[in-house]
């Protein structure tokens, strides 16, 4: 328990053999259930998992055990039986942590909705996410669940971008491809405040973690932008916490090659449901219609720009008035995108903190 609050822990694992271990025996006393999802690996990491566990359960021998459900208990369902069961084999605990292992590989998002699924069933008053590499500083963890325990957030989300020196200990490759997500995840998500949304050191309210839908959760590399906007759709408040990252020999499994188009495709999915759900649907707001005429106009605009160019090389004609139409309808778009991101901005404020050290 953790300030009167039960807490549980999602680690995903694939081929972490070497780390996992050190995260499980590491975690903080305070920390009720340990969910930790093999991934399918193809090395040790499943027998360290069970090692470590066995460790942990010795550790905290002294402890009260913890209330828990049966694994058979459905917490969401298509019609062909519990959601978990069908994913993953939920085996019995050995102390606080429970071994999950999937029946094939979904990979890091897959492994996160595995998780908080199994959470939930089990009704934690918050569940927080922590990698299986290492890379996160367990120290921290109280620093993310003081927003939710304190009822100031009902997310919180570790953020690598705050400071110079913790942006200064990250890799370069990494640092462009988080800034550049960075800027696509805000206006996604409307959090235009929230910075660092690949960052998977989290920890999310029972009542939000039940609100957004896990079921539904995307499964690849970008689980974290795709929640983002599921919570903004659903007024939860998000609190950024300044902490460092910890980089060691760990390697990364990511493709950029799949992963940034992957990305970028549901992101933009997820911007376009979120202007429907959210300002057209469950509400009304004119910023849902500014950024549809800001997107025709301009696109009018560079479509005239293009035939403008077409005609001066082709049928030799004049390129003065074409191109100042032209550029004028690109400038009267991006007048009606910079008012809708205003007036987003604007809907979002009262839901974003920071949290410094």
């Not at 019609?79 to 994913?87: D, E, I």
């Not at 089990?122 to 009822?151: C, F, N, W, Y």
């Not at 990364?252 to 990305?263: A, F, G, K, L």
């Amino acid at each position: 328990m953790y300030r009167d609050h039960s807490i549980g822990v999602v680690v995903p694992a694939y081929n972490e053999a070497g780390f996992i271990g050190d995260v499980i025996r590491e975690m903080p006393a305070y920390v009720d259930s340990v969910f930790v999802v093999d991934d399918c690996s193809s090395d040790t990491t499943w027998d360290d998992v069970l090692e470590a566990a066995r460790v942990d359960s010795n550790q905290h021998d002294g402890q009260p055990p913890r209330d828990t459900q049966s694994s058979d208990v459905p917490l969401a369902t298509d019609g062909s039986g519990s959601v978990l069961a069908r994913r993953a084999t939920v085996h019995d605990a050995v102390g606080r942590v429970t071994p999950i292992q999937h029946h094939e590989n979904l990979g890091a998002g897959g492994a996160i909705k595995t998780g908080y699924l199994a959470a939930l069933e089990d009704g934690l008053d918050v569940t927080a996410t922590v990698d299986g590499d290492g890379q996160m500083d367990l120290s921290q963890l109280s620093r993310l669940l003081d927003p939710i325990v304190d009822d100031d957030a009902d997310y919180s989300k570790g953020n690598r971008l705050l400071y110079p020196e913790y942006r200064g200990a990250m890799p370069t490759f990494r640092f462009v491809g988080n800034t550049i997500l960075t800027f696509l995840t805000k206006i996604a998500s409307g959090y235009w405040k929230t910075m660092d949304p690949q960052n998977g050191y989290t920890a999310i309210s029972h009542q939000a973690l039940a609100t957004v839908g896990v079921e539904n959760m995307y499964e690849y590399y970008g689980y974290c932008n795709d929640l983002l906007v599921k919570l903004n759709v659903n007024g939860m408040r998000v609190a950024d916490v300044a902490m460092p990252a910890v980089y060691g020999d760990e390697e990364s499994s990511i493709t950029y090659t799949r992963y940034v188009p992957n990305v970028s495709a549901m992101l933009f999915r997820n911007f376009l449901w979120r202007l429907k759900a959210k300002y057209l649907v469950l509400d009304f707001h004119p910023l849902a219609l500014f950024y549809l005429l800001g997107a025709g106009t301009i696109g009018v605009g560079a479509l005239g720009f293009s035939w403008t160019l077409y005609a001066k090389y082709a049928l030799n004609d004049p390129l003065f008035v074409r191109t100042a139409s032209s550029l004028l309808l690109v400038s009267i778009g991006s007048m009606f995108i910079t008012l809708a991101m205003v007036f987003d901005l604007k809907e979002s404020e009262d839901d974003e903190m920071a949290v410094f050290e």
